[in-house]
T-cell receptor
Framework: DGGITQSPKYLFRKEGQNVTLSCEQN?????MYWYRQDPGQGLRLIYY???????QKGDIAEGYSVSREKKESFPLTVTSAQKNPTAFYLC?????????????FGEGSRLTVL | AQSVTQLGSHVSVSEGALVLLRCNYS??????LFWYVQYPNQGLQLLLK??????LVKGINGFEAEFKKSETSFHLTKPSAHMSDAAEYFC???????????FGGGTRLMVKP
């Protein structure tokens, strides 16, 4: 079945550590996105990529980094520079011409900083 | 920049009652609009989308939404709530030139037996 797989589902991190969240899709979608979700704040865009080897910052990119070496994969690294990293992270993808279509979301990764 | 306002972070209805979730957007150009639903600890699923073909849009699970340009609104309704409708609902808007969706803050729907 086609879809988006995020891992791990739950992750605990000590302060000062970098962590990487995985996002893989087999939908053959060109565009991929990372959102952060906090209670009462909806979803906020961290980074997005419309093509391999290219990505753009979203609204809250500080303290995060991404790569897009393969079409299927768009990992997100939460660095120690991110001051408040505890959140629910959602990866999404979209086919070309997405702005009239829909985003397909993964199941999310919940990061807790201890 | 686009913005989306969802009135009411929590809405509670009785089973069988009308569901009305409110969404207002800011834009001078008719945008593309979406409603997504999120069940606990899961990703978002598309309920319905408006792409200018018709102002009344029907979605999955009996939901529908009406685009009203004069009111810049895209409210979500369902005639009769079911227990399984309890979830968080997000309104989102894109614009023709952009490559991003802007999401509202979400509305948590609770359904009482």
């Amino acid at each position: 079945d086609g879809g988006i797989t995020q891992s791990p589902k739950y992750l605990f991190r000590k302060e000062g550590q970098n962590v990487t969240l995985s996002c893989e899709q087999n939908l053959n979608h060109d565009a991929m996105y990372w959102y952060r979700q906090d209670p009462g704040q909806g979803l906020r865009l961290i980074y997005y990529s419309q093509i391999v080897n290219d990505f753009q910052k979203g609204d809250i990119a500080e303290g995060y980094s991404v790569s897009r070496e393969k079409k299927e994969s768009f990992p997100l690294t939460v660095t120690s520079a991110q001051k408040n990293p505890t959140a629910f992270y959602l990866c999404a993808s979209a086919a070309e011409g997405w702005n009239t279509g829909e985003l397909f979301f993964g199941e999310g990764s919940r990061l807790t900083v201890l | 920049a686009q913005s989306v306002t969802q009135l009411g972070s929590h809405v509670s209805v009785s089973e069988g009652a009308l569901v009305l979730l409110r969404c207002n957007y800011s834009s001078s150009v008719p945008p593309y609009l979406f409603w997504y639903v999120q069940y606990p600890n899961q990703g978002l699923q598309l309920l319905l989308k408006y792409t200018s073909a018709a102002t009344l849009v029907k979605g999955i699970n009996g939901f529908e939404a009406e685009f009203k340009k004069s009111e810049t609104s895209f409210h979500l309704t369902k005639p009769s709530a079911h227990m399984s409708d309890a979830a968080e609902y997000f309104c989102a808007v894109s614009d023709n030139a952009g490559n991003m969706l802007t999401f509202g803050g979400g509305t948590r729907l609770m359904v009482k037996p």
